[in-house]
């Protein structure tokens, strides 16, 4: 080989950039100390814009097609390098790449809670989280304002500065929508469009770029909210309370019922059923115009019942016979009323021994 030949190997012929990663921004063509010569090929495939750099000096902008390099399509670097007739001799400058498809699946999130006024729990704190999508538009701005001398620019190098907008253009928009918290939720889809619409006006014209997708993937409350909220839904799907209890001290008496646990087991079962028919009947107490609860007044006949120690009651004889004939009761079970005196096995109380127990099984035929 020559030494023609070799410096003719040295010049660019073709200039190109195939673009394996999704998330390059912008990528300069490595010269290498070569350059570029008359006649040149440049290639610009689509989603790509091309930039050449002269010194420090933005000249020409190929958009994507194919280019054989010379002054006629060269105007801004031809004057800058004082090509009046033409280039016959290789010239250098900096070529950058410029991808203007949508880099996607970037993603933006509060480092920190924002502070909100809100109708329902007062001074509140918010954090939010989504994704948005981002694509060079101007180039020149893009190279001036972020690229600087860089080779490569990712897309995780401008994220930072993304968030930053993001977070304040949100903060913004939450202050001036008045949207009370709870219906944050039912306004993603058009608060999301909003939002992009604010960041796009702080980052087209500086800084080249704009948002053509961005979304509100989730607004949360803080731990101790969310836990106060799930209480208060459990009140409102319990509803009436008086009823709740009832159905839980039913259930509770229904397992005391069917455990084999002897005599104790079932009092308590029936204890805490008419308990909860005592602890109703006392809510169900009219308040006077000072304060106090008046009663209801006493039924004519008051029976108490002897379960673990303690005294359960009042009850009246009906709900005494029902305990009998349900079985919750026994003969050896203690009752005590005004006209006993004393607490007495319920078999030695006639009303109540005088019931017939359950029958037998029928002899066999």
Not at 215 to 220: A, G, L, R
Not at 222 to 236: C, F, I, N, Q
Not at 273 to 301: E, H, I, K, S, Y
Request: glycine share 10%; hydrophobic share 40%; proline share 8%.
């Amino acid at each position: 080989m020559g030494l023609l030949d070799k410096l003719r190997g040295e010049l660019v012929d073709i200039i190109e950039w195939i673009d394996d990663d999704r998330h390059t921004l912008v990528w300069r063509f490595p010269r290498y100390q070569n350059e570029i010569k008359n006649g040149a090929q440049l290639i610009v495939r689509p989603g790509q814009l091309a930039v050449f750099v002269h010194r420090g000096q933005i000249a020409d902008v190929f958009e994507p097609g194919n280019y054989t390099l010379k002054t006629d399509n060269l105007p801004l670097l031809s004057t800058i390098q004082g090509w009046k007739y033409g280039f016959n001799s290789p010239f250098r400058s900096e070529v950058y790449f410029v991808s203007t498809r949508q880099i996607t699946d970037l993603k933006w999130g509060t480092p920190n809670p924002i502070m909100l006024r809100d109708a329902d729990f007062g001074p509140i704190r918010l954090r939010a989280f989504g994704t948005y999508a981002l694509k060079a538009t101007d180039p020149k701005a893009l190279l001036k304002e972020l690229v600087g001398t860089d080779g490569v620019v990712e897309a995780d190098e401008v994220s930072e500065l993304m968030r930053s907008i993001i977070m304040s253009a949100f903060a913004d928009m939450l202050g001036e929508s008045k949207v009370a918290a709870l219906d944050l939720a039912a306004h993603y889809r058009e608060m999301s469009e909003q939002l992009r619409k604010y960041v796009c006006e702080r980052v087209d014209d500086e800084y080249g770029l704009d948002v053509p997708q961005l979304f509100i993937v989730n607004i949360s409350f803080p731990e101790e909210v969310e836990k106060a909220l799930d209480t208060r839904t459990k009140m409102g799907v319990i509803g009436d309370m008086n009823k709740f209890q009832q159905f839980q001290m039913g259930e509770a008496m229904t397992i005391a019922a069917a455990n084999p646990g002897g005599t104790a087991a079932q009092g308590m079962g029936l204890g805490m059923g008419f308990g909860m028919a005592n602890n109703m009947a006392q809510n169900l107490g009219r308040a006077m115009p000072g304060g106090t609860a008046v009663p209801p007044p006493p039924p004519a006949d008051e029976w108490h019942i002897a379960v673990g120690g303690q005294t359960r009651g009042p009850f009246t004889a009906a709900q005494i016979a029902d305990g009998v004939a349900s079985g919750q009761l026994t003969p050896n079970s203690l009752l005590w009323s005004a006209p006993l005196g004393n607490w007495t096995p319920l078999n030695q109380i006639p009303q109540f021994a005088a019931r017939p127990a359950v029958p037998p099984p029928p002899p066999p035929q």
